[in-house]
């Protein structure tokens, strides 16, 4: 079992400009996660979803979106980039109603000049 | 929102001696558990609690779920160069499955 996956590993993008970051997970979780990390900040909850065909925000949802494109997989959009999106992405994922453990992806570490 | 206090922020000890870190909550949780944070890596679940007062253990690595249900201890003993890296708690708060995490404590050793 690989787990979570995440792609890409590394990413710079300029000011303005789109990207999807991937994640997929084949634990058969119902419930998967978007976090970003920064330095002195800890993680912070972008976006999440519960099951397949839901989502909703978590404590920074501005400036992206996300899609539950089926239980394996939850993508994130930055639709136009910004130098305060620069930082580690994480995805990760749990099984509804397993206390909270989440498991998580590698990470992509995302510069936006 | 939710706010985890954990301490302390850094320590560098010397290869061998045991390391003891904490977290609390202004909030009870469920459930407390810690990840350790290898460099350029993701969280890695280490230990989870589930019930006040619970002791558990993986290695060298011993938590404890406080009887108050805020707070939480890490203890590590026989420190080792691998066990650098960053550590985390986290928890849900009561009624919640979403994580909150505590910023973290960043662990040296020193061969």
């Known amino acids: 079992n690989a787990g979570v996956t995440q792609t890409p590993k590394f990413q710079v993008l300029k000011t303005g400009q789109s990207m999807t970051l991937q994640c997929a997970q084949d634990m058969n979780h119902n419930s998967m996660y978007w976090y970003r990390q920064d330095p002195g900040m800890g993680l912070r909850l972008i976006y999440y979803?519960?099951?397949?065909?839901?989502?909703d925000k978590g404590e920074v949802p501005n400036g992206y979106n996300v899609s539950r494109l089926n239980k394996r997989e939850f993508s994130l959009r930055l639709e136009s980039a910004a130098p305060s999106q620069t930082s580690v992405y994480f995805c990760?994922?749990?099984?509804?109603?397993?206390?909270?453990?989440?498991?998580f992806g590698p990470g992509t570490r995302l510069t936006v000049t | 929102g939710q706010q985890l206090n954990q301490s302390p922020q850094s320590m560098f000890i010397q290869e061998g001696e045991d390391v003891s870190m904490n977290c609390t909550s202004s909030?009870?949780?469920?459930?407390w558990l810690w990840y350790k944070q290898d460099p350029g890596e993701g969280p890695v679940l280490l230990i989870a609690l589930y019930k006040a007062g619970e002791l558990t253990s993986n290695g060298r690595l011993t938590a404890q779920f406080g009887i108050t249900r805020k707070d939480s201890f890490l203890n590590i003993s026989a420190s080792i160069p691998s066990d650098v890296g960053i550590y985390f708690c986290a928890g849900p708060p009561a009624g919640s499955y979403q994580l909150t995490f505590g910023k973290g404590t960043k662990l040296s050793v020193i061969p």
């Open positions: 909030s009870i949780f469920n459930t």
């Open positions: 990760a994922s749990s099984e509804v109603g397993a206390g909270g453990e989440q498991y």
């Open positions: 979803s519960a099951s397949e065909g839901t989502t």
